[in-house]
């Protein structure tokens, strides 16, 4: 059964084919003392990863000369060797092009310890058997900064073309600006992610929304930087950029401007950050509609993050009026909804003609609903009011067909009220909830929905309790003792009532309160129920909540009184008869 937000993240499954899975780090005993030897950079890269919610730690082998790596490279696998300077006998460029003579896809990094060193190896920048000269200053996120900017650059083309992601052109050849402004960029975009991973509808589409993230790609020339955004031109989420840096291989005072006209020339919408130590860029920048940094600020790296958050779509989508002043703000694609409609006509009509919506949405990886609305002028509507109705109208779509044929997992914060199934708590749904879902499913997959006139199929809203939380809650009162007694079914249900359901489970059913206003049926659903050949239908009860009490509170242990009395139905003496007729053993069976 595949639903609409299947067919959406199908490509994602194939994203970042080419990983980094092995690294040989060259470097002497002194250098690798300062990089955490003796396994400790293994730690340190294997933490920073598990920090970031990132998969796929590489393991980092290390040996301390030039020829200890080149029979490594031979003998072992490896998918990049970072090397410090001190190579022994050996100097850099000898290394590098032994090591391309042997793999000459191998990228090699040369990672200089310190600042001061960068004079004497910034002609390694221009080896060309050596890839990226970088600066360590003791921040272990510079190693995964390596790692990842190399495996953008290998996946970028297929990632774009399959998955359709986003990308991030940084242009930059001062070594020691970029290796500092890289660690930042992907401690942001792995901070995105992580927040887009809290709306995934559910855990598999929440690790899809991993691969899915914007990448980085560097550019140290004039006609790097243009290629990059020739190539990945309808992809290019935003673009940081030096002003003075080589172009025609001769370093050129306003490269940066140039590279400014001529993307906004093609695409107008693009944020670009234009970056100079000469503060007189500023108004010309301004003028081109981009965002300037002073270089030698000591707030640069603040900036760089700004811009990230504000214009590139990494945080808060904040409404604004056309003199800057801000009228609202939207953490998620539900608030933002929230706020389209109700902020004023000339907020919404400021960021439609600026494609600020767009562009948000392709950073949160919405890129279907992003392309939707892309095309669409203010223009093209007769009032403002037509527009709001139309983004209106987008989003909604975009949330019913997330939501046909998929189970989401229950989350108190992100919980909409027009999800149509949500699940509470792990294990499984059960026998009744997996058939609903399956009926959903084929609704969907064969749009039923309103296949028939005058005649709307579907299946009413539902959040299922997993398997785990009845497990949950038999240990934490040492209820497991009914199954072996035999006790009235008055005494059973005396005995549920009185016991606390876990916690998290009370917290997720408040939450889920606040929202629905509805009458409410509490059925079973057990791993048993609905056998094709020994169904249990009628074997255990269903108990109905009017749901419309003035206090909360009533209205949730109401709840819990009739999911502890389900719970309960499955001690009750004729289940226990009819489980042990159908030649299961008690503990088998399970409640959600």
């Known amino acids: 059964m595949v639903s609409e937000l299947d067919k959406y993240f199908a490509g994602f499954h194939r994203l970042m084919p080419a990983r980094i899975q092995n690294v040989l780090l060259v470097s002497s005993l002194y250098e690798s003392f300062i990089l955490e030897e ?89 080896n060309p058997h050596i890839d990226r000269v970088f600066v360590w200053n003791g921040d272990a996120r510079i190693i995964l900064a390596i790692i990842k900017l190399i495996e953008d650059r290998l996946n970028a083309e297929h990632d774009t073309r399959v998955g359709n992601v986003r990308v991030i052109i940084l242009v930059e050849n001062s070594i020691r600006f970029y290796s500092a402004f890289l660690p930042l960029m992907y401690t942001e975009v792995v901070k995105l992610t992580q927040s887009l991973m809290a709306e995934g509808i559910n855990l598999m589409h929440k690790l899809l929304r991993m691969r899915a993230r914007p990448r980085i790609l560097l550019a140290t020339t004039f006609e790097e930087a243009w290629e990059l955004y020739r190539r990945f031109s309808t992809n290019v989420l935003g673009v940081v950029t030096d002003i003075r840096f080589p172009k025609e291989n001769r370093k050129e005072t306003e490269a940066g401007l140039e590279l400014a006209r001529r993307i906004k020339a093609d695409t107008s919408d693009i944020p670009i950050l234009l970056q100079s130590s000469d503060e007189s860029f500023a108004a010309r920048a301004l003028a081109m509609n981009c965002t300037f940094a002073n270089k030698r600020s000591p707030k640069l790296l603040q900036e760089l993050r700004h811009f990230l958050l504000t214009s590139l779509g990494f945080g808060d989508f904040v409404f604004r009026m056309s003199d800057g002043r801000e009228v609202g703000r939207a953490s998620d694609i539900r608030s933002l909804e929230e706020m389209i409609g109700r902020v004023p006509e000339e907020s919404l009509a400021f960021h439609a003609s600026h494609n600020h919506f767009s562009n948000w949405l392709m950073a949160r990886t919405e890129f279907e609903l992003a392309g939707r609305l892309r095309p669409a002028k203010v223009s093209d509507f007769e009032t403002v009011a037509d527009l709001r109705r139309y983004l209106l109208e987008a989003l909604a779509d975009w949330r019913e067909k997330k939501q046909l044929g998929v189970i989401a997992d229950f989350s108190p914060s992100q919980f909409d009220p027009t999800t149509t199934f949500v699940r509470i708590g792990g294990g499984s749904i059960g026998g009744k909830g997996r058939g609903l879902a399956f009926i959903r499913a084929l609704l969907t997959r064969h749009n039923l929905h309103h296949r028939f006139e005058g005649v709307r199929l579907y299946v009413p809203h539902a959040a299922a309790v997993g398997t785990e939380v009845f497990d949950a809650f038999l240990d934490d009162n040492k209820l497991h003792g009914v199954v072996a007694e035999d006790l009235d079914d008055a005494e059973v249900a005396r005995l549920f009532v009185e016991a606390e359901l876990p916690h998290q489970l009370r917290r997720d059913l408040g939450a889920f309160l606040r929202q629905a206003r509805y009458p409410l049926a509490v059925r079973s659903s057990s791993l048993l129920e609905d056998s094709q050949d020994r169904p249990f239908a009628g074997i255990y009860t269903t108990h109905m909540v009017p749901n419309n009490h003035s206090d909360l509170d009533v209205r949730l242990n109401q709840l819990c009184n009739a999911v502890k009395l389900v719970y309960a139905s499955i001690f009750f003496r004729s289940a226990k008869r009819y489980l042990e007729s159908t030649g299961h053993h008690p503990e088998e069976e399970k409640m959600g």
């Open 38 to 126: 003796e396994g400790l950079l293994n730690e340190l890269v294997t933490s920073e990863y598990m920090d970031m919610n990132l998969t796929h730690a590489p393991c980092v082998t290390h040996v301390s000369s030039g020829p200890e790596a080149i029979e490594f490279i031979r003998e072992q696998p490896v998918d990049l060797v970072i090397t410090m300077t001190r190579l022994g006998s050996w100097n850099l460029a000898d290394f590098a092009q032994a090591v391309k003579s042997i793999r000459p896809d191998l990228p090699v990094v040369v990672l200089v310890a310190e600042q001061r060193e960068l004079v004497r190896y910034t002609e390694a920048a221009h």
